[in-house]
């Protein structure tokens, strides 16, 4: 879920400093407003240092592409939007902080962003509190639900629902599953388990690692002597890099393993091109999807930050999720929280990610359409299937 050939923009403020970014002219702000009856302002918590700070590089430039868009069209309701960005490291504890920060002391009206699963708990638990809706475009889902949290990215079932099935029958039937050590790479596994049983497979391995590990071969020669046919990694930050590379290095990932997950998204291709070349995955979005608003949005991300890798798939979750946000906001009555999250749970919204998707009541995740793409030379992430729709109606508790 990061890249690391990324580096966050030069200028950055960190949250030592305590200093954040408005999306109004660039300037500083030192306080908040009394209410929230002038403008629409949107708190944005990412990682733009530390282990996942490429991933949150990439969903904060997605995000302020996609408030350009909305202000360039008029804003909501006549009123731009203001938004002010803060780093959180990947810190649960610091997003905790900087999320009540955001909405006591510059009364934020939405909150939008973090990357890993215990940050987003994390800010989740603080915006529901405050009754400040809280949308997350970050892929994957977590065990609780919260009544103001929404998620934009695809969940867990939606990435591995069509693709289980698919990786048994191509490579056999014993499936190794390897991921980080926080809270979602093990909710992954959970639900992997259930559809490689449902797909007629059997786990054979699993293993789970903490962020930061530098020698994986401990941990592949047991996935190895495992023997699997498919290997799931849920191995993030700059970490997916490292295993995959000493995986291919120690003869775990060959040509004739099935291998699947976070390592495959578009972050890692510059470090990992040659070891997922001709593979497929499943995604939400990708920057090679043929229509006019993802062209754009292509465009203008390249041109903005000079930028020709492959487009990380939060990035466009985070531009369309946004908008989808905002658009809620126009029909809400007022800017409090209440209101616009009531809108949010109606609204279906029409974007690249699907038509008329929607949030589900069960769950609070998004209803839209899924990919298989096949990964070219070069990091072409072509559509090689629209696999349409992929509804994710598992009740989550705490929705309600």
């Known amino acids: 879920m ?10 950055i403020l960190t949250v030592a400093a305590l200093l954040v970014l408005t999306g109004c002219g660039g300037s500083a702000i030192s306080g908040g407003q009394d209410d929230r ?3 629409l302002k949107i708190g944005v918590i990412v990682p733009l240092t530390g282990p996942v700070s490429a991933t949150g590089t990439a969903l904060r430039r997605g995000f302020e592409l996609g408030v350009k868009k909305v202000n360039d069209n008029g804003g909501v309701n006549g009123t731009k939007v203001e938004y002010v960005v803060v780093d959180d490291a990947g810190n649960p ?3 905790t902080q900087l999320a009540r920060r955001l909405i006591q002391q510059d009364k934020v009206s939405i ?5 890993t699963g215990d940050t987003a708990e994390a800010v989740a638990r603080v915006a529901d509190d405050a009754k400040v809706p809280f949308g997350t475009a970050i892929l994957g889902d977590t065990e609780r639900c919260f009544p103001y949290q929404w998620g934009f990215g695809e969940t867990t079932r939606q990435m591995l629902t069509p693709t289980i099935p698919e990786l048994i029958k191509k490579y056999g039937k014993k499936v190794a599953i390897v991921g980080s050590d926080y809270n979602y790479p093990r909710f992954y596994a959970g639900v992997a388990k259930d559809l490689v049983k449902q797909s007629g497979g059997a786990i ?5 690692s903490p962020l930061g590990q530098a020698d994986w071969q401990p941990v592949i020669t047991r996935l190895k002597d495992a023997k699997p046919d498919v290997a799931l990694s849920m191995v993030v930050g700059a970490d997916a890099v490292t295993f995959s590379q000493q995986a291919s290095q120690f003869g775990l990932l060959t040509p004739g393993l099935g291998f699947e997950g976070a390592p495959l998204d578009t972050d890692y ?6 070891l997922v070349d001709g593979r497929t995955h499943t995604v939400r979005w990708t920057d090679r999807l043929d229509d006019a608003e993802s062209r754009t949005f292509v465009a203008d991300y390249r041109a903005a930050h000079d930028f020709d890798a492959p487009i990380p798939e939060v990035a466009g979750n985070a531009y369309f999720g946004i908008q989808f946000l905002l658009a809620a906001a126009r029909k809400a009555d007022g800017l409090e929280g209440p209101a616009i999250n009531t809108e949010i749970g109606r609204l279906t919204f029409d974007s ?3 038509k008329g998707t929607r949030f589900e009541s069960a769950n609070h995740r998004l209803q839209a359409d899924m990919l298989e793409v096949t990964i070219k030379p070069g990091g072409a992430y072509e559509v090689s299937k629209k696999l349409g729709r992929i509804p994710d109606t598992t009740p989550k508790t705490g929705c309600a």
Request: no cysteine; hydrophobic share 35%.
């Open 2 to 11: 990061a890249q690391p050939h990324f580096r966050p923009r030069t200028g």
């Open 37 to 39: 009856s002038g403008s």
């Open 93 to 95: 504890a610091t997003s």
């Open 111 to 115: 909150i939008f962003g973090t990357i």
């Open 204 to 208: 054979v391995a699993e293993e789970y």
């Open 269 to 274: 291709y510059p470090a990992l091109s040659a």
């Open 352 to 354: 690249p990610l699907g």
